[in-house]
């Protein structure tokens, strides 16, 4: 699952988080980790232009602080950061960020990347927004050759998952990445985009090395809810929701992605120990 408060998009965030805190924060990714999730995540953005304030709001915590503050409240959850843009910083910067997070949190964490969509952003940090997809695959080359010579300190090798679902993106994943995150793939869509990364990870000479294939499925309330999700959501009874979800797996998604709804941090904390008991 994606964490509460570290990002507040309003495509996505509940009205309660606008006074949240560490405090729910923790609560979340506690709960996540005690219940068996694969993994909680966190975004990533540096500078919101004010034309995009209003939508995307400017709360959003800083990804390698929050993964390491993570690292330090959890135990076996693997830590994500769904994505990281990393043509935002010089690759060495971003593989002993990531090393030393992996090093402190016991092997726990995966780099998910992507090239980033925000315009203004990247003029406020001085890049060529049209050079982005370059950059983006520098990067991860660079990033993959200090993880695997091993002379930095910490020496570590996490996972470096893609995020995306642009036919650049899939590209990237096959060629480079030890996974693939799309953003905005519907599950309708996913078996042909499954069919296609693994005819460019064959072309690569990938296909024999391990990968995974994650998916993000709507968002989700166990039971029926007692107030107006509006459009858009997954609910209902247990059964409904896991074979919805069991669908996924069926396709040869081998991680996905829920959010539960909630109107409080008591609320979303409820839903998923209701989501372990009744679903998973």
Known sequence: MQLPVQSQSTYYVEPWEATAGRAELAAA????????????????????????????STTWFDT?????????ITTNVRLLSHVYVVAYRHPLVTAKAFATLDELSGGRVVLGVGAGHVEGEFEALGIDFAARGRLTDD??????????AGVQQPA????????????AALRRAA?????????????KEM???????????????RADRPFMVGAIAP???????PWDLGPGNLTGPADKLEGYLASYEEMGVDVVQV??????????????????????
């Open 175 to 187: 060629e480079r990445g030890d996974g693939w995150l799309p953003q905005g793939t519907t599950r």
């Open 64 to 72: 390698v602080a929050t993964l390491g503050w993570l690292a330090g």
């Open 156 to 167: 570590a090798n996490p996972p470096i998952w893609v995020g995306g679902s642009s036919p």
């Open 139 to 148: 990067a991860v080359d660079g990033i993959r050759a200090a993880f695997e």
């Open 219 to 225: 968002s989700l309330y166990v039971g029926e809810p």
């Open 191 to 205: 078996p042909a985009a499954i069919e296609r990364l693994h005819e460019l990870r064959e072309k690569a000479g």
């Open 29 to 56: 990714a506690r709960a996540a980790d005690e219940i068996g999730f694969d993994y909680v995540g966190v975004c990533d953005h540096v500078a919101i232009p004010a034309e995009k304030a209003a939508a995307m």
């Open 259 to 280: 959010r539960l709804r909630s109107r409080s941090c008591e609320e979303l904390v409820e839903q998923l120990h209701a989501f372990q008991e009744e679903v998973m």
